[in-house]
């Protein structure tokens, strides 16, 4: 599938035929006006996190293996005995589950990824204290909750936005929602969006538009007045393309080699509506939508 057709095209309102001013003298004709004024084209903005609005402090690499680390002292700990080098087969069960994600645009559970790795070592789910397990995965996760930074502009964009009426809010793939909500607390970004979701609530993952829905039906708006904001070319503007959004490609971070990757591939078959490389443009890229 080409995610290039569209069947909705947008024309900015300074490419258009100014309207004749009404002449108003009454109120009856300011309702009059009022009812034939033309609604915005644009209601809301849907970003993604990674690489759109924030960046790594420390490579991502060194995160995931200090999580793994602490993760096995910690259920060592508790009584359970596990292989010398338990901490590299869980960095290696993670990447198989965010590749099987990825495959299957369905999130593996990062609970369900350890607790099927523990089962290999002896504990099976029905022998697991459930408490241990979350305790495990948060403790993997826990250099990730504060180990990103707001990319420069990100802030005053936001606060931009909410002053222009948009409707924000975030969609992420990410296998565990309660460290990824913990680092949308760290960062403070809670105040700018009216919602945040990510994968590991839905199951489904970006492309799929299931996980796009989630917000539109909250917020009672038509695809045509959101626009899906992203680094991913494969995730996020393929899902804004297929849900039938606007779609703004965000070039304001070096992303991760995996997704340069994947976007370098994608580029002849995934065309945006719009790329923008820092944060002031693209405040100006959807004036004319407004």
Known sequence: MLYTDRHIHFQPHSLMT?????HIS???DL?????RRRPALLGSLIFDFDYTLARPRTPLADQWQE??????SYLESQGLELFPDFWEQILEARRFAQQKSEEEEEEHIANDTMSFLLQFCGYPASKMDEQVLTTSVDLLYAPEMTGWELLPGVTDTLITLQNMGLKLA?????????AFQRTIDYLQLRRHFSVVLCSASFEWRKPRPEIFEQVLRQWKLYPYEVAVVGDSLQEDIAGGLQLGAMTLRAQVAA??????????RAEARITPDASFETWPALVDLIRPWM
Do not use: F, K, M
């Open 18 to 22: 100014p309207l004749p001013r009404p």
């Open 26 to 28: 009454s109120l009856q």
């Open 31 to 35: 309702r009059a006006a009022a009812a």
């Open 67 to 72: 999580g793994a680390r602490t993760a096995q």
């Open 170 to 178: 975030i969609i992420a793939n990410h296998p565990c929602d309660r």
């Open 255 to 264: 992303a991760d080699a995996q997704t340069t990757y994947n976007n370098e």
